[in-house]
C-alpha cells in the first residue's frame, strides 16, 4: 500500500488541525494504520493506530484525550484530529500500515508515508 499524508502546518498552541493520510490499494481496509512523529533531533515515536475497522484504537499517553485517530475505509483515508496542541507536539507526522499483528502494538509497520510538518508557535 502506498500512502501520501497531509494536512500538516503552523499552528500556535491550544489551536487544532486535521492530518489525512491517503491509501492506494484495494485492500486498506485490511491494514492496521497509525501515526507516528519525529521531532528534531529525536527518534521516531509512536502516536496512535486504529484497527481495520476503526472498532480499536490506541495511543500514546501524552496525547489521549487531544488527539482522535479515524478512519474512512471508503475513502481509503485515514485522519489524526489533533485538538489542545503543544508546542511539544512540533514534529513531522508520519502514516503507517500493517497488515498483520495487534493494534496495540505499534511494532512491525511496513508502509510509510512521506511525512507532513506540523509546527506548533508558543
Known amino acids: 500500500v502506498q500512502l501520501q499524508a497531509s494536512g500538516g502546518g503552523l499552528v500556535q498552541t491550544g489551536d487544532s488541525l486535521r492530518l489525512s493520510c491517503a491509501a492506494s490499494?484495494?485492500?486498506?481496509?485490511?491494514?492496521?494504520m497509525g501515526w507516528f512523529r519525529q521531532a528534531p533531533g529525536k527518534e521516531r515515536e509512536f502516536v496512535a493506530t486504529?484497527?481495520?475497522?476503526?472498532?480499536?484504537?490506541y495511543y500514546k499517553d501524552s496525547v489521549k484525550g487531544r488527539f482522535t485517530i479515524s478512519r474512512d475505509n471508503a475513502k481509503n483515508t485515514v485522519y489524526l484530529q489533533m485538538n489542545s496542541l503543544k508546542p511539544e507536539d512540533t514534529a513531522v507526522y508520519y502514516c503507517?500500515?500493517?497488515?498483520?499483528?495487534?493494534?496495540?502494538?505499534?511494532?512491525?509497520?511496513?508502509?510509510w508515508g512521506q511525512g507532513t510538518q506540523v509546527t506548533v508557535s508558543s
Open positions: 486504529i484497527s481495520w475497522s476503526g472498532g480499536g484504537s
Open positions: 490499494g484495494r485492500t486498506f481496509s485490511s491494514y492496521i
Open positions: 503507517a500500515a500493517k497488515y498483520s499483528g495487534s493494534v496495540y502494538s505499534h511494532t512491525n509497520f511496513d508502509s
